[in-house]
C-alpha cells in the first residue's frame, strides 16, 4: 500500500522542513526588526544554494546506488546506518538547543553582517544545509524501506510543504503551536523511525553476504498477518515490522530501540539562558 512508503517519510519531510523553515523565519524576522531588509535577498541566496546542495546530494546518492551494480546491498546498508546517526544527532541536537537556538542564530547573523555578504550568504547557507542533506539521506534510506521511490518521494515532498505552510502561518502569527511539544512527539516517532532504518540496513548487510542469519526468522506471523491491510501498512509504514524479520534484525531494533527512547524521553536538564542572574 501507498500509505506504507509515505508516512515515514512525511514524518521526515515534515521535521526536517519545519526545522529548516524555523531557522529562515529566525534569520527573516530579525532582519525585518533590524530595518536590514536590504540584506533579505542574501539570506535567501543561502537558503536557495541550500536547497540546490540538498537536490544534487540526493541524485548523487541515487545515481551511486544504481552504478554499483552488485554492491548495491552493501551500499543501502551502510546509508541506512548513517541515516540513522544523522537522524539520532538531529533528534538530540533539537532537544538541546530548542530554548536557545533563537539567540543563538541571531549572534551568528550580527557576526556576519559585520564581515560583508558573503557571511551573511553563508550563514543562511549552513544554517538550512544540514536539513537538506539528511532528509537526502532519508529519503535514499526510507526508500530502500518501501521498495520503490515514488511513496517516499511523494511523502518527503508533502512534509517539506507542509512544513512551508505551517512555518509561514507561525511567522506571520496566525497559527500557534507548542513547538515543545511538536518536536518532543516527533522526537519520539522519529526514533521508531531510524530503529526501523537500522533494520532494514541489517538486512542488507545479510543480504550483501556481511552479516549471517538470513534464514534465521525471530518469529512468522505470515499464517495470520495480512501485509496488503491497512494495519499492516501503519505498522510497517511507522516502525518497519514485517511478518517474518531475522534475529538479526530484530536484535538491532530493539538495541537501538530501547535505550534510544528511554534517553529520550528522560527529562532534560534545565538549564540556565544565558545572560540571565543566577
Not at 529548516?20 to 527573516?28: M, P, T
Amino acid at each position: 500500500m501507498l500509505v506504507n512508503a509515505i508516512l515515514p517519510s512525511y514524518l521526515i519531510g515534515l521535521r526536517e522542513g519545519l526545522e529548516g523553515v524555523l531557522v529562515v523565519s529566525i534569520l527573516v524576522a530579525y532582519l525585518v526588526k533590524a530595518g536590514r531588509r536590504d540584506k533579505l535577498p542574501l539570506i535567501w541566496a543561502g537558503v536557495g544554494a541550500a536547497v540546490v546542495l540538498s537536490v544534487v546530494a540526493g541524485a548523487s546518492l541515487e545515481y551511486a546506488k544504481i552504478a554499483l551494480g552488485s554492491d548495491r546491498e552493501l551500499f543501502e546498508a551502510v546509508t541506512s546506518v548513517v541515516a540513522v546517526g544523522f537522524v539520532t544527532w538531529m533528534i538530540f541536537w533539537m532537544r538541546r538547543t530548542a530554548r536557545s537556538i533563537k539567540g543563538e542564530l541571531h549572534a551568528r547573523l550580527d557576526e556576519a553582517l559585520k564581515l560583508g555578504t558573503f557571511a551573511v550568504v553563508t550563514m543562511a547557507f549552513l544554517s538550512v544545509a544540514r536539513e537538506g542533506l539528511e532528509t537526502a539521506l532519508f529519503f535514499i534510506a526510507a526508500a530502500r524501506g518501501a521498495g520503490d521511490e515514488a511513496g517516499p518521494l511523494t511523502g518527503i515532498i508533502a512534509g517539506l510543504l507542509t512544513s512551508v505552510v505551517l512555518g509561514f502561518l507561525l511567522y506571520r502569527a496566525a497559527v500557534r503551536i507548542n513547538l515543545g511539544r511538536f518536536f518532543q512527539w516527533t522526537g519520539v516517532l522519529l526514533v521508531f523511525v531510524a530503529a526501523g532504518i537500522l533494520k532494514y540496513g541489517m538486512h542488507d548487510f545479510q543480504e550483501a553476504g556481511v552479516l549471517g542469519g538470513l534464514n534465521d526468522h525471530a518469529f512468522d506471523l505470515s499464517g495470520w498477518y495480512d501485509p496488503a491491510s491497512w494495519y499492516a501498512a501503519l505498522i510497517e509504514g511507522l516502525f518497519n515490522l514485517t511478518a517474518q524479520p531475522t534475529v538479526v534484525e530484530m536484535a538491532a531494533w530493539a538495541a537501538y530501540l530501547v535505550p534510544v527512547l528511554a534517553y529520550f524521553c528522560w527529562p532534560a536538564p534545565r538549564t540556565t539562558p544565558q545572560g540571565a542572574s543566577s
